[in-house]
């Protein structure tokens, strides 16, 4: 059989990519090589998705719509069951025997949320070899080790946008029980108490006061626009200041130097992500340079501020009130001092958690799956961690 010139052409050129994958194969622990080997895109075949969630129990029947639970899984068990994936769904996520780790091994896609957070460790990035994509189910990713994530190749998402609004509520409503001293009242009532005095001797009005966001992104922007009305007077401190247009319509004003806006507010509200940089921001030392009697409301995460140093300073009245769903760690243990500190109102994890921002995150998180199963790129802002590097507001 005569063979043509073209074709061997061909056959040569089959011969050279072949070897250059399994020299990208066989490269070992460069960057470029984990990267080849952990791409996105799905191979063909069935996936082992791993969903991590907290157990609703008695009452994951009373709403249809309550998909961030074990029992929900986000409402995707039946539509990725019916493509040949297996969906494992567990609360179990800590400690050397639990059930996450049983599938570590093995698993291509792992879901968690950051209300009930599986901490995705270096360790467990490691251990982890068929491991492609790591999804939150919600906003906010510091549950994984994002260097390690960057480092073995792997895609970290999150669906962004999906609870702002929720979280952005649920700020504006802790600053008004903060401020008109709530919880006290409601307790009277709960214990069957009718003292006034004990509740009007530290309500105030917010109308007037100046109240102080550090970080303006999404939730940020949205918690001053729905302050406007409330006649505050309104800062900021960000990396970067917010459209002039919106801040010239909200009338809130740029603070260049958090030390030197602290001083200026009745009302700390804390919006920035937790980064190497933000972690433990909130220190004694910073803590004292607040105006005495400042209330702070923190739905951010519990890591930004000092554990011990909130829980003097609400002791001695220099926080006058400290309200907020974010502990370090989640869930928060039983003996955690800010339980029992005094003036506080403190919730668990679940201001980015309605019924609304579940069903966004549900949506998202079907979405990106869908899309990652077709080889198909995510929307660009839910990207965390891409192609080695990791998204500017996590650096």
């Known amino acids: 059989m005569r063979v043509s010139r073209k074709s061997i052409r061909n056959m040569a050129m089959k011969g050279v990519i072949a070897s250059a994958v399994r020299t990208l194969a066989s490269s070992g622990s460069s960057a470029s090589s984990t990267t080849f080997t952990r791409h996105l895109h799905a191979s063909a075949g069935s996936k082992k998705i791993v969903g991590v969630f907290y157990k609703a129990n008695e009452y994951a029947e ?28 567990t609360d179990d996520k800590d400690g050397p025997d639990c059930e996450l780790d ?29 491991l492609q994509l790591l ?20 895609t970290v998402a999150e669906v962004t946008g999906s609870n702002v609004v929720s979280v952005a509520e649920d700020e504006l409503m802790r600053i008004l029980i903060l401020v008109r ?3 006290p009242g409601y307790t009277q009532i709960v214990n069957g108490e009718w003292k006034v005095a004990g509740i009007a001797h530290r309500a105030y009005d917010l109308e007037g006061k100046t109240v102080g966001t550090v970080g303006a992104g999404r939730i940020g922007k949205l918690l001053l626009q729905r302050l406007k009305p409330f006649n505050c007077h309104l800062l900021y401190h960000d990396r970067f200041k917010i459209d002039p247009e919106l801040e010239q319509q909200i009338g809130a004003k740029f603070e260049e130097d958090l030390d030197a806006m602290l ?8 919006n920035t992500p937790l980064t190497e940089k933000t972690r433990g921001l909130f ?39 400290y309200s907020g769903d974010v502990w370090n760690p989640q869930p928060a243990p039983k003996d955690h001092p800010w339980r029992y500190m005094p003036n506080h109102a403190m919730t668990p994890h679940i201001s980015g958690t309605t019924i609304d921002a579940q069903l966004r995150y549900a949506a998202g998180v079907k979405d990106m799956l869908d899309r990652y199963f077709k080889g198909e790129d995510f929307p660009a802002q839910n990207y965390i ?3 080695g590097k990791i998204a500017s507001q996590y650096q």
């Open 62 to 89: 009373l709403n249809p719509n309550f998909l961030g639970c074990e029992e929900r899984a986000l409402g995707i068990k039946d539509w990725l069951e019916s493509q040949g994936h297996k969906y494992i769904v």
């Open 102 to 130: 049983k599938h570590i091994q093995d698993l291509h896609v792992l879901i968690s949320t950051p209300f009930h957070p599986a901490y995705v460790t270096a360790e467990r990035i490691k251990k982890a070899k068929n």
């Open 135 to 154: 999804l939150t189910a919600g906003v906010g990713s510091d549950h994984i080790d994002l260097k390690a994530a960057a480092a073995a190749g792997l």
């Open 181 to 183: 001293n709530f919880v």
């Open 263 to 270: 001083p200026k507010c009745d009302v700390i509200v804390i």
């Open 283 to 321: 220190d004694k030392e910073r803590i004292a340079k607040c105006k005495k009697g400042v209330l702070i409301v923190n739905n951010a995460r519990g890591a930004i501020m000092d554990t011990q140093a909130v829980v003097d300073a609400s002791s001695s009245g220099h926080i006058a009130g």
């Open 385 to 387: 961690v891409k192609d």
